[in-house]
T-cell receptor
Framework: EDQVTQSPEALRLQEGESSSLNCSYT??????LFWYRQDPGKGPEFLFTLYSAGEEKEKERLKATLTKKESFLHITAPKPEDSATYLCAVQEVGGGADGLTFGKGTHLIIQP | DGGITQSPKYLFRKEGQNVTLSCEQN?????MYWYRQDPGQGLRLIYYSQIVNDFQKGDIAEGYSVSREKKESFPLTVTSAQKNPTAFYLCASSNPGAPVSEQYFGPGTRLTVT
């Protein structure tokens, strides 16, 4: 059973059409939840860390929120340059430096 | 500028050959990681190291080996025992002493074995 599930797998939006990406997780104790952006053929780029339910963080057109079971990445008035795969990852309590558990990602395409 | 470098960007090998992927970081991070990425799958952890001269197996360590002789370097060897070595390999580092430790990734090495 996957500990981190992202939906949808792919999303195509028109430029300016706002939407949200979902990341649900089933770890027993969450130490942190991370969002990354990955462009084709490149390494993931760190976006946000969320620590506790109710927390929100923003960067340009992106806002990440966290509840006890899921996180949302809201994208407002997206532009074509926001096209990328967005990855969600979690770190469990006691995980330390044991690595992150990643979801499979949401492939986002913004059409001009 | 601080960051993580991986070389080469593309690597081609014949089946049965061992190959070593390089990863160097100048972020002064203690922990380093190797992940493998395949189409349609999430990143999977191969090996990680929290300190020099110490490393642990991740979820898919079979057919791989690592060393950590210097804080800055964490090379990964893909051996001939790895059944499906063709993949995109990502190196990352973090500072696990922080309360929550996000990982920073290198640009990746795409390995093709034929």
């Amino acid at each position: 059973e996957d500990q981190v599930t992202q939906s949808p797998e792919a999303l195509r939006l028109q430029e300016g059409e706002s939407s949200s990406l979902n990341c649900s997780y089933t770890v027993s104790g969450l130490r942190g939840l991370f969002w990354y952006r990955q462009d084709p053929g490149k390494g993931p780029e760190f976006l946000f860390t969320l620590y506790s339910a109710g927390e929100e963080k923003e960067k340009e057109r992106l806002k990440a929120t966290l509840t006890k079971k899921e996180s949302f990445l809201h994208i407002t008035a997206p532009k074509p340059e926001d096209s990328a795969t967005y990855l969600c990852a979690v770190q469990e309590v006691g995980g330390g430096a044991d690595g992150l558990t990643f979801g499979k990602g949401t492939h986002l395409i913004i059409q001009p | 500028d601080g960051g993580i470098t991986q070389s080469p960007k593309y690597l081609f090998r014949k089946e049965g050959q061992n190959v070593t992927l390089s990863c160097e970081q100048n972020l002064n991070h203690d922990a380093m990681y190797w992940y493998r990425q395949d189409p349609g799958q999430g990143l999977r952890l191969i090996y990680y190291s929290q300190i020099v001269n110490d490393f642990q197996k991740g979820d898919i360590a079979e057919g791989y080996s690592v060393s950590r002789e210097k804080k800055e370097s964490f090379p990964l060897t893909v051996t001939s025992a790895q059944k499906n070595p063709t993949a995109f390999y990502l190196c990352a580092s973090s500072n696990p002493g922080a309360p929550v430790s996000e990982q920073y990734f290198g640009p990746g090495t795409r390995l093709t074995v034929t």
